[in-house]
């Protein structure tokens, strides 16, 4: 099939194109080439780049025609954030294209009234980019169902993996949390620790992405979570990262108002977005008619990320010791 993969070089495409490729697609990529993918792989090599500012193409109204242009068979949307852009799109390619797969968020739950939640329950979203996320899922789903337009929603988690700073134990992204953990240092956590954070691997969201595609009976008019397979409350997943550091965790534990001032107030914000969401999703769904079947667990996933991003500084810090010297 040939497919087009728009918003290809992130966190999920870095994964997602490579696997195409080797599963004997054609692939085109969108993106403006501000950035490169994660990693390399032999696989980027046969893949077409279009530059397009999906933006600024929306604007001029030309986006649908540029990608209906590009005569794909699937279409793989990351970037769409509003339900304007995804109808635009959507009702342009419809009656021309065998499946349209849309990234999602867990964000569209909002506050689960049962968890782990299951992609049935109703949806209580919150915020402008879940209340935009559950928009577009709602009437992608419905326009599928009533005109038979084959598109598929994924909704994943905290997206990780090698390259990029993960969702720390105190719900932010500052890299200092682990630091600490690893030195056997305090961290401090808001409350008691018992909210949840749901992470997920990048290449187990592009192991769903290739699972939907081949699924297609199964995949189409519906939505479907893309998480590890648990997910961590954060004094468990402080007390699990100590652990990996060979460190016994030392956590302290402050109400939110408090807590709130040991911080910058974007980590506050972040934090507080992570636990008032406190996702825990259940991927019964995707498994059963799927076929997925993730390779991480939340901390495997967690691990690997960290001990990549510190290597890296050991060794910024080595080359920049051997230039001072
Ligand atoms: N990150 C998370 O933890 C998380 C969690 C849940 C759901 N999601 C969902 O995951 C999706 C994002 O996937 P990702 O994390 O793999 O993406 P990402 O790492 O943010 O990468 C974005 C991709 O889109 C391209 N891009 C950005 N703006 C563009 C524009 N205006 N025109 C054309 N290309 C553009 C980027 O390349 P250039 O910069 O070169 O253009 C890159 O290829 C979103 O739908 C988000 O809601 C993310």
Not at 9 to 17: A, C, E, M
Not at 21 to 50: D, F, L
Not at 74 to 101: P, W, Y
Not at 308 to 321: A, H, M, R, T
């Amino acid at each position: 099939m040939r497919v087009v993969v728009i918003g290809g070089t992130g966190h999920v495409g870095t994964f997602l194109v490579p696997r195409l490729v080797m599963a004997g697609h054609e692939v085109i990529c969108i993106s403006r080439r501000k950035s490169k993918p994660y990693s390399s792989h032999s696989a980027w090599n046969s893949v077409r780049h279009v530059v397009i500012d999906r933006t600024g193409a929306e604007e001029k109204n030309i986006f649908a025609p540029q990608i209906i242009d590009l005569a794909p068979d699937a279409v793989i949307d990351m970037i769409c954030f509003t339900l304007e852009s995804a109808r635009n799109l959507v009702v342009a390619l419809h009656g021309k294209i065998q499946h349209f797969l849309h990234c999602g968020t867990t964000w569209v739950h909002g506050h689960s009234e049962q968890v782990p939640t299951l992609e049935s329950q109703a949806r209580n979203p919150f915020g402008s980019y879940g209340i935009n996320k559950a928009a577009i899922e709602s009437w992608l789903i419905s326009f599928s169902r009533s005109t038979g337009f084959p598109a598929t929603v994924l909704h994943p988690g905290h997206i990780v993996g090698p390259g990029w700073a993960p969702i720390n134990p105190a719900g932010h992204l500052n890299l200092e949390i682990f630091r600490r953990l690893a030195e056997g240092k305090e961290i401090l956590l808001p409350n008691n620790g018992m909210e949840t954070v749901h992470h997920v691997h990048a290449d187990d969201v592009a192991q769903c992405f290739m699972k939907a595609l081949a699924n297609w009976n199964n995949a189409v008019g519906e939505s479907f979570h893309v998480v590890s397979e648990q997910a961590l409350t954060l004094r468990g997943y402080a007390t699990s990262m100590a652990t990996f550091f060979g460190q016994e965790a030392k956590l302290r534990f402050l109400p939110w108002e408090e807590w709130k001032s040991t911080v910058s107030p974007r980590e506050a914000e972040l934090t507080w977005d992570h636990i008032i969401h406190s996702p825990s999703c259940s991927i019964e769904k995707a498994k059963k008619l799927l076929g997925y079947q993730p390779r991480y667990s939340s901390l495997q996933a967690v691990q690997e990320s960290v001990t990549c991003l510190f290597e890296k500084e050991k060794s910024q810090i080595s080359d920049n010791n051997s230039h001072a010297g």
